[in-house]
Each structure stands twice: as C-alpha cells, then as structure tokens.
C-alpha cells in the first residue's frame, strides 16, 4: 500500500515565476493537507481540501491556491515566487470523517527560489 | 491563534541516558497532540498521538503525557540510541488543522 507520494521531489525556481506541486494521497484517504516547512521552523498550515473544495486555509496569500481532483489526489500552485517562498512543501492526507485521527505526510518537495 | 513552543530547542546526550522533550500550547480546545520525527531533509514521521480525553500513550521505548488543562505534554524516551538522533516536532490539531512548534533537535553521541 503506497503512502503519501509527492511530485517533484526537488525544485528550482527564479523570483516570479510559478511552480506547481503535486500529492496523492495514502489509499483510502480523501483529505489532503498542505504545509510549508522553512528551514529550521515548524510547517505551518497552508489549506485543506475535502471533496475537492478549500475548507480551511492558514495564514497565506492568495498566490497560494490549490486543487483537488476526483481521486482526491491535489496540487498546490504558487505565483510570483519570492525568495521566501523556498522551502520544504509538505503534503498530508487523512481518512474520510476521521480527521482527528493521524495525518501521514509525504516525503516533501524542496522548493528552491533564486 | 494556536501557539506551540518547544524546549529545549537541541539537545546531546549520550547513548543510553532518558530523553525528555517538552512541548506547550497555548489554546487548550485541541482535538489530539501528536508527536513527530523528522529527519534531516526528510518529511514526518508519526510517533504518538494522545487524543484530548486521553493522559498518556506509549510505544515501545517511548511514553507521551498530556495536560490539556495546562497546555502541556512531554515525550520520554528511555535508553536513547544513536538511531534516535532527528528533530522531533510537536504539534496539536484543532480546526481542521495541526499547528507545529518549531522542534527539539536531539544528538545521541555513541
């Protein structure tokens, strides 16, 4: 059973381009989670997508935007990339109605941006 | 806002001595606390989670408490060996959503 796999694993970006990243979820998950993690920081929540919708997001700008498709699988989409926009992108996924239980994650994406 | 802290922010010790990592918060209306290991580079690893009605959890060498009333829980990890060196994060969820602390670096030197 694969768990939570994400899309690509690296990435190299210049300021104010876009980047798109991608997760699909552990099987039988229909939850997705993202979160970006700066360099020795905690990650913090960007969104959560349930049935292909937003239904919580965190404290980030609108060039932050996401998407969910039918085999819950997501992307997260960035704009305008700023030098602070580098680091480490994680997605998590969770059981249907059993949210409060654990998230898995996926190894991440290492957003890189000169 | 939901706000974690963790202390201390690293630790060394050697192979063999208990770890004790603690981690506080500040808004006690949480659903569960987990627990996490990450390694370098890497993403997260669930090592426990204490549901809110729950005051501790255990597995293998390791034992989590929780406080819920007083915004604290402490992970204990008896024997500490070489493998164990990575940060560990703490994080609660609430809101449809974990909030993290920033995590306690852990060296054990062989």
């Known amino acids: 059973d694969a768990g939570v796999t994400q899309s690509p694993t690296h990435l190299i970006k210049t300021r104010g381009q876009q980047v798109t990243l991608r997760c699909s979820p552990k099987s039988g998950h229909d939850t997705v989670s993202w979160y970006q993690q700066a360099l020795g920081q905690g990650p913090q929540f960007i969104f959560q997508y349930y049935e292909e919708e937003e239904r919580q997001r965190g404290n980030f700008p609108d060039r932050f935007s996401g998407h969910q498709f039918p085999n819950y699988s997501s992307e997260l989409n960035v704009n305008a990339l700023l030098l602070g926009d580098s680091a480490l992108y994680l997605c998590a996924s969770s059981r249907p109605d059993r949210v409060t239980d654990t998230q898995y994650f996926g190894p991440g994406t290492r957003l890189t941006v000169l | 806002k939901q706000e974690v802290t963790q202390i201390p922010a690293a630790l060394s010790v050697p192979e063999g001595e208990n770890l004790v990592l603690n981690c506080s918060f500040t808004d006690s209306a949480i659903y569960n606390l987990q627990w996490f290991r990450q390694d370098p580079g890497k993403g997260l690893t669930s090592l426990l989670l204490i549901q809110s009605s729950q005051r501790e959890q255990t597995s293998g060498r390791l034992n989590a408490s929780l406080d819920k009333s007083s915004g604290r829980s402490t992970l204990y990890i008896a024997a500490s060996q070489p493998g164990d060196s990575a940060t560990y994060l703490c994080?609660?969820?609430?809101?449809?959503?974990?909030?993290f602390g920033a995590g306690t670096t852990v060296t054990v030197r062989a």
């Open positions: 994080a609660v969820f609430n809101d449809y959503k974990l909030s």
